[in-house]
Every structure is written in C-alpha cells, then in structure tokens.
C-alpha cells in the first residue's frame, strides 16, 4: 500500500497564474476525491470521481476550477487565474469500499 | 451551513488521563461516522468509524460513542498519551443505495496531551 500521493506538497504563486495539482490514489482504489481546507475548518468537499468519471462537484468549485481523471488513474486539479481566497490545503482522498485515505496534501498560497 | 459541528475547538488532558471529543450533526441522513487526525502538514488519518446501526465501537484505546436521537458523537480516548496531541475531526456520510457518500467534516477540536 504506497498511500495517496499528492504533487506538489507545496505551491507558492502570483495572483492571476494558473496552477495545477496532481493526485496518485492507492492503485485498486475507483473512487476519488478533492477536498479543500482553509485554516480553522474542516475539509470541504470539492468533486469526486468514480474512474474517469466525474460524478459530483460542489458550489465551492467555480469555473476556475477544473478537474479530470484520464484513465481512471490519476487525477489532476486544475485552478485558472488564481486569487488569494484560493490559498489553502488541497487534499485529495481515494476510497474503494468504506476507507477514506488522505494524501498529505498540497498548500497553495497565492501571493 | 455547517451540517456537521465540533464546538470545542481545543481539549487539554494530561497524560494518562481520558480524553473525550465531542461532535454534534443536523442531517438525519446521515448513518455514517469517522473520525479523523490530523498533524500540522500532513492529511487526515483514519482512526475509527461507526455505523448508525451500533451506538459503540472500540479500537483500542479508541471508543466511539453514537446517540442517534441526540444526533450526537463522541471519541473518547483512554487513556491519552503525548503524541494523540493532534487536531481531530469528527466527519459524517449518508449511504447512497450501497454506496458510501461524500464525507462532511466539523471544524476540528485541538487535542493537547501534557504529561
């Protein structure tokens, strides 16, 4: 079991730059998720694949988000014209039956 | 609307002594429970779960308990040790058919364990 790996662990930008994120969930796992955490809150849910598919998004995901799962693999975070609200811990989880499993994250803070 | 709500945000214990963490819901949907911790720079851990059709697991020194008519949880911990010191998050699910929804976190309670 190598984990939930997340790419890059730390990302630092300039306001108005587009920055993209990528998730390697453990291998067998079908389901994935991104959830965003800002300082003194819980995990948010932001969308969730089941393979390719993208099967739920949240109002939290604007239209300067995107995100894909080519191959049902690995799936990749997308964030256009990044603004200083968007600074915060990206977390992606994958899940085949009743296990979430967390990667360590990625920090975005935009500058 | 915070449907899931941990109204502690910081816990102090010594060492050896019983920690309990709190956790209250609004969704009746909901019928699944975990908690989670979390160290700074690091995702949550899965640490126990329960389902709405019990009102306790164990897991070592890990306990939680469910009042589903109070829409109530709580993680007790016993006994605490210095490195359970971490943030922990209380999180909920509703069952789709025979799939396990999204997960709904609480804001976190602050475990500090001093020896």
């Known amino acids: 079991d190598t984990g939930v790996s997340q790419n890059p662990r730390h990302k630092i930008t300039k306001r108005g730059q587009n920055v993209t994120f990528r998730c390697d969930p453990i291998?067998?796992?079908?389901?994935l998720y991104w959830y965003r955490q800002t300082l003194g809150q819980g995990p948010e849910f932001l969308t969730y694949?089941?393979?390719?598919?993208?099967?739920?998004k949240s109002r939290l995901l604007s239209d300067r988000f995107s995100a894909e799962r080519p191959k049902g693999s690995f799936s990749t975070l997308e964030i256009q014209r990044t603004e200083q609200g968007d600074s915060a811990m990206y977390l992606c989880a994958s899940r085949r039956d009743y296990g979430y499993t967390f990667g360590s994250g990625t920090r975005l803070t935009v500058v | 609307d915070q449907q899931v709500k941990q109204n502690s945000p910081s816990l102090s214990v010594q060492e050896g002594r019983i920690s309990i963490l709190n956790c209250d819901y609004t969704n009746s949907m909901f019928d699944y429970f975990l908690w989670y911790k979390k160290y700074p720079a690091e995702g949550p851990t899965f640490l126990i779960s329960?389902?709405?059709?019990?009102d306790k697991n164990e897991d070592g020194r890990f306990t939680v308990f469910l009042n589903k008519s109070a829409k109530h949880l709580s993680l007790h911990i016993v006994p605490s040790q210095p490195g359970d010191s971490a943030v922990y998050f209380c999180a909920a699910s509703a069952y789709r058919g025979s799939t396990l929804g999204r997960l709904y976190f609480g804001r976190g309670t602050q475990l500090t364990v001093w020896p």
């Open positions: 329960i389902s709405s059709i019990k």
């Open positions: 291998s067998e796992h079908n389901r």
């Open positions: 694949f089941q393979n390719e598919a993208q099967l739920e």
